[in-house]
């Protein structure tokens, strides 16, 4: 078993394992980042200032913070609806058609799909 991180963004669940969330932070007070890359919303203020993308579509109400290897950054999501245990087991393989793939898997959780986010591939994006 495992423990999710499960947030909704651009109406769509999503989760990611526990151990590459940091925090959840108001997305209030994001700044511009000017010359940024498509998926890079802009910067969050603070010690060090950090990174937020948008990869999942749409806007969004909250920043998850995201540690995977020496790379933290934030994911802009609308809700963090809570922690899920999750068996492996359980996880089914990634859908097809990905352009520039971070979703590592499929879960149905609660009869809810769930995707599977891949923190490694979302910070790639950076």
């Known amino acids: 078993m495992m423990t999710m991180v499960c947030f ?3 109406g769509a669940g999503y989760c990611l394992p526990v ?4 925090a959840v932070r108001p997305a209030d007070g994001i700044r511009s980042l000017p010359g940024a890359a498509s ?5 969050l203020p603070g010690q060090p200032p950090l990174t937020v993308i948008s990869a999942l579509g749409g806007g969004g109400s909250h920043v998850l913070v995201v540690e995977t290897g020496e790379t933290t950054f ?4 609308d809700a963090v609806t809570g922690l899920r245990r999750i068996s492996a087991a359980d996880i ?18 609660d009869g809810e799909l769930m995707l599977v986010a891949d923190p490694v ?4 994006r950076l």
């Open 39 to 43: 998926d890079i919303v802009g910067i």
């Open 121 to 124: 591939a979302l910070a790639a």
């Open 19 to 22: 151990e590459a969330t940091r």
């Open 74 to 77: 934030g994911l802009l999501v």
């Open 92 to 109: 089914r393989p990634a859908p097809t058609g990905q352009g520039r793939a971070f979703i590592s898997g499929t879960v149905d959780s």
């Open 8 to 10: 909704r963004s651009a």
